[in-house]
């Protein structure tokens, strides 16, 4: 089946514009999570959903990062007013049943460049 | 709070040697889990194995294998007979489960693994 998937896969944007980041998790998963990888770094945590309901948002940087899974499935996460310390790939991840011992599954990120 | 060190930033080999990938976590929690993920050029994280806490026996899968030691704190990965398809950058990761509901990963920095011909 389709794993997960992530829209743009690039994005460029000048300083102070928003941006809106698409994931698809793998049909039928109850959680979803959100990362930040800056260069060279590993993944940092910014929010968690189980269905729609937003669990954990303790990762978020600021209140310029707002993200939403309003049916459950597909999860967008917003960017206001971007700035350059936002250049960063953005993974999304999904897992099953929302339970602490599954694993994880990363879609290919998105990529965006904040000028 | 949980923290995972890799301190290995990069390793080069030649192709066929074995390799070893350290990882070194912190935790307070009883239950936890470690992940390795390995992330090729291609961006995506791809998963590699799940170890629990109570499980400390080794893993062997093809010319993978993974150590897990709770008296020092370590999970570490092993590559014998490296192949070029290896490079890549690998992380480890730590996920807390006292509640028993899904948790974050603390992912360390990766180690980029280079082999070459």
């Known amino acids: 089946g389709a794993g997960v998937s992530q829209s743009p896969r690039y994005k460029v944007a000048k300083r102070g514009q928003d941006v809106a980041l698409r994931c698809d998790p793998i049909?039928?998963?109850?959680?979803l999570f959100w990362y930040q990888q800056a260069l060279g770094q590993g993944p940092e945590f910014l929010t968690y959903f189980q269905n729609e309901a937003q669990l954990d948002k303790s990762g978020l940087p600021s209140d310029r990062f707002f993200a939403e899974r309003p049916e459950g499935s597909v999860s967008t996460l917003k960017i206001q007013r971007t700035q350059q310390e936002d250049s960063a790939v953005y993974l999304c991840?999904?897992?099953?049943?929302?339970?602490?011992?599954?694993?994880?599954?990363f879609g290919p990120g998105t990529r965006l460049l904040v000028l | 709070a949980q923290k995972v060190t890799q301190a290995q930033t990069e390793i080069s080999v030649v192709e066929k040697e074995d390799v070893t990938l350290d990882c070194v976590y912190e935790?307070?929690?009883?239950?936890?889990?470690l992940f390795w993920y390995k992330q090729p050029p291609s961006g995506e994280l791809v998963f590699l194995i799940r170890?629990?806490?109570?499980?400390?026996q080794n893993e062997i899968s093809g010319r993978y294998s993974w150590n897990f030691q709770k008296s020092t704190s370590s999970f570490n990965f092993t590559i014998t007979a490296s192949q070029v398809v290896d490079s890549a950058v690998y992380f480890c990761a730590l996920s807390e489960a006292n509640t028993g509901t899904a948790s974050k990963l603390t992912f360390g920095t990766g180690t980029r693994l280079q082999v070459t011909l």
């Open positions: 170890r629990n806490s109570f499980d400390e």
């Open positions: 049909s039928g998963h109850v959680s």
């Open positions: 935790t307070r929690d009883t239950t936890y889990y």
């Open positions: 991840a999904s897992s099953l049943r929302g339970l602490a011992w599954e694993t994880q599954y």
